[in-house]
């Protein structure tokens, strides 16, 4: 562990620790992260600063960034700019993977920066988490990796080299992670069935790495995710781990909509006028876009439901270059069938406040983390579809805790069969009506709410970090 040789920063700036956050690329590690700038600088006095890294990767990025710079002033922006970087030995990996490895590779750049923040501590994301421990260390500043993530998987990532030691030579199986489940083969995501993936190499060097940190945070809440969180910290998963912070689900920061509004057609305006919990709200997230066939299925799906719905489309995978429109991926003539009914967009909705608005009773979603915790906070059903990455992972969660259900057979990434229209409405209807499921998903909130309260387990986790900063 780093120990800090000099009188901390904290000493010189009253008392308030200098936080620095490093935030990795895509939304869903961006968001987390935003939200935990405004719970240590609003609800903890600390001072805190977040590395932009330029140039960003997407519009949504670059004004998710700006509305929390805008709407919070007391935290501070330090510009990284990236070191020249040629993607093209990556030409076949996923632009996402593609730009951690940018970062990664400018993690020397950092140095400098944190020396001239003055930092207490360094917060940054998990993809950047071995390259970045070593840069801390060599300035004595304590080095905290945010998992942004569940802890399930966090607990995969810390076992997984061990993993694939005793495993050398054969194809990922189950993972067996001890003291918390077994992870079935199928949940394992895509890239870290090949050795050679560039997500893989940097998974592996990342979870090699988490020892030397000096604490980790995750987004999630003890009664959450039980099992994984005490084998984290019991050092059950993997031994000699730094402290353990589970402090979420970290509250979703409200940033003048304005906009997002505007460009959607105003979904709020049509959210109010619809009744109570009969909206299913369907996105798949910032990251992935539904093959052409999937998508037409999912829109029979959708109709023939008889539901209304708040569809969010992904055309592309990153959102510059999301130019095709909505009739060319949906057509015309579905469009004007479920006009009044549905509100189908393109573009950015404030998903948090889709998912507090009353009119909403139902949330269709490939189970991201950040999702799968805003799901919490407002307790709406899930209906898990989870495509890529840990999104089974996640779904695995949401189905053990009862916030949702997941139809484990359909269509994961790379999987040809395509879920039926028919399919598709069978189980909504099923899902909408299913008044167990609507209280399981209430007594989810109320532990969410819990956790995050005062003196819960989330606050104190939380306050407990904010400690170690200071001192
Ligand atoms: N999100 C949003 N509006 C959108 C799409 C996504 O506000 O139109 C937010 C969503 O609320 C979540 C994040 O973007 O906070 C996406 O992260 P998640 O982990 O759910 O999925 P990913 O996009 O990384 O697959
Ligand atoms: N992740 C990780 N190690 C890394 C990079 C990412 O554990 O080196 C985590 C990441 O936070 C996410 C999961 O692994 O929980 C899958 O990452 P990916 O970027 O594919 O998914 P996304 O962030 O879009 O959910």
Redesign the pocket.
């Known amino acids: 562990m780093a120990s800090r040789a000099m009188p901390s920063s904290s000493d010189r700036t009253g008392g308030a620790p200098r936080v620095v956050l490093l935030p990795s690329a895509?939304m869903?590690?961006l968001v987390p992260f935003g939200r935990l700038a405004v719970a240590l600088s609003s609800g903890h006095a600390c001072d805190v600063s977040v590395v932009t890294v330029l140039p960003t990767v997407s519009s949504a990025e670059s004004k998710h960034l700006q509305g929390l710079f805008d709407a919070f002033p007391a935290v501070r922006r330090l510009d990284l700019h990236l070191a020249p970087f040629d993607a093209s030995e990556f030409s076949d990996a996923?632009p996402?993977?593609v730009r951690?490895e940018a970062v990664r590779r400018s993690a020397p750049l950092l140095g400098p920066l944190l020396a001239d923040a003055d930092a207490s501590a360094l917060v940054a994301?998990?993809?950047l988490?071995s390259v970045v421990i070593p840069v801390a260390k060599e300035l004595l500043i304590p080095c905290y990796i945010f998992?942004?993530?569940?802890a399930t998987?966090?607990s995969l990532?810390a076992y997984f080299p061990t993993y694939l030691h005793s495993n050398a030579g054969h194809s990922i199986g189950d993972v067996d992670v001890p003291g918390v489940y077994r992870i079935p083969m199928s949940s394992i995501?895509q890239?870290l069935h090949d050795p050679n993936n560039l997500?893989t190499q940097?998974?592996v060097?990342?979870?090699r790495s988490l020892a030397e940190a000096d604490g980790l945070l995750v987004n999630t809440f003890d009664a959450f995710e039980p099992e994984a969180v005490t084998a984290l910290r019991h050092g059950t998963v993997a031994p000699g781990f730094p402290p353990v912070f589970a402090l979420g689900p970290l509250s979703p920061v409200g940033f003048p909509a304005g906009e997002a509004a505007r460009e959607s057609g105003n979904y709020t305006t049509w959210l109010d006028a619809q009744p109570a919990r009969s909206v299913v709200y369907v996105s798949f997230?910032s990251?992935k876009a539904l093959l052409r066939d999937q998508l037409s299925e999912l829109a029979a799906g959708l109709e023939a439901s008889g539901c209304r719905f708040l569809w969010v489309v992904k055309g592309t995978v990153v959102d510059r270059d999301d130019d095709r429109e909505l009739r060319e991926l949906l057509g015309e003539v579905f469009l004007q069938r479920v006009n009044g009914r549905a509100l189908v967009t393109k573009a950015w909705v404030e998903q948090e406040e889709v998912l507090k608005h009353p009119a909403v009773g139902l949330f269709i979603s490939h189970c991201?983390?950040n999702s799968v915790t805003e799901a919490t906070v407002s307790g709406v059903p899930v209906l898990a579809w989870p495509r890529?990455?840990?999104?089974r992972v996640s779904a695995g969660v949401v189905a053990r805790r009862g916030l949702g259900v997941w139809v484990e057979r359909w269509s994961w990434e790379g999987e040809e069969r395509v879920v039926t229209g028919d399919e598709i409405a069978e189980k909504v209807k099923s899902v909408l009506a299913d008044e167990t499921l609507r209280k399981n998903s209430t007594m989810v909130r109320e532990a969410a709410a819990a956790a995050v309260a005062t003196g819960g387990t989330s606050y104190r986790s939380l306050a407990k970090f904010v400690r170690r900063c200071s001192t």
């Open positions: 895509g869903g590690h996923d996402f993977y951690y994301d998990i993809a988490a998992f942004t993530a569940s998987m966090f990532l995501p890239a997500f940097q998974f060097a990342n979870g997230g990251r991201g983390w890529f990455a840990d999104q």
